[in-house]
């Protein structure tokens, strides 16, 4: 998705995963560190990297990693945030949701759709997520958007990724006043739903904090929880 971007790329510096979309957000920039055997030196690496484009990131670092390791955000001047649950299921409880929702998949001509839901539901300027969920990107073959309506309103959004053999779920959003209603739990199972349908083995997502009970009761399990950092 980086590498559609003018802003945005990809790439391995030495085991950990660097990557730059240029949307300022610090979840959308940043390091991630999959292998706990990472040297500390490959994290110093990979932040000097995205560093260097001026954006504000983060880093991610799978359990397991050696204090070290973990060490190398806060020698930047990072801030420790809550952990992230990364939760899976191959098995999800079917959730369609109210009566009155109506979910279909976005066309990448709709990408703005998305953006105009989940700019108000992450308190987040719509045209920094419009550089991100583009009509290019929403045209991936591994990338599929959804939109749940209520009376031709457009109120909760989801976006699914398939990597290898599993898909993952991100953005999922709803606007505020149509919260707590079942909407949001609704558009992810069909996320996920769509996905495993398509021949994924499982599905997965991280979930913050205020997701982690609805993810739950669907079907996900946590599998671990990532420590992470942001810039001030």
Not at 85 to 90: C, D, E, K, V
Not at 212 to 230: A, D, M, N, P
Request: glycine letters at 12%; proline letters at 7%; one cysteine or more.
């Amino acid at each position: 998705m980086a590498d559609t971007l003018s802003t945005g790329w990809v790439r391995q510096v030495g085991r950990v995963t660097a990557l730059v979309t240029g949307v300022p957000v610090a979840s959308l920039n940043g390091v991630w560190v999959t292998n706990p055997r990472t040297p500390p030196a490959d994290i110093d690496a990979g932040l000097a990297a995205v560093s260097a484009s001026g954006v504000r990131h983060c880093v991610q670092l799978r359990p397991g990693c050696d204090a070290a390791a973990n060490e190398v955000p806060e020698r930047h001047g990072m801030i420790a945030q809550p952990a992230i649950a990364l939760m899976a299921t191959g098995d999800l409880a079917a959730d369609q949701g109210p009566d009155e929702l109506l979910i279909r998949e976005l066309a990448p001509a709709e990408a703005s759709t998305h953006c105009q839901i989940a700019g108000p539901a992450f308190e987040a300027p719509v045209d920094l997520l419009a550089q991100l969920l583009t009509p290019t990107v929403l045209g991936l073959p591994a990338v599929r958007g959804f939109v749940g309506e209520v009376s031709g309103k457009p109120v909760v959004t989801a976006v699914s990724v398939a990597v290898l053999d599993t898909v993952g779920i991100f953005n999922v959003a709803t606007l505020p006043g149509y919260r707590r209603r079942g909407y949001g739990a609704a558009v992810t199972a069909r996320a996920c739903q769509d996905g495993l349908q398509a021949g994924a083995k499982c599905g997965w997502l991280q979930s913050s904090e205020a997701g982690y009970g609805v993810y739950k009761r669907l079907g996900f399990s946590t599998i671990e929880r990532w420590g992470c950092w942001i810039t001030p």
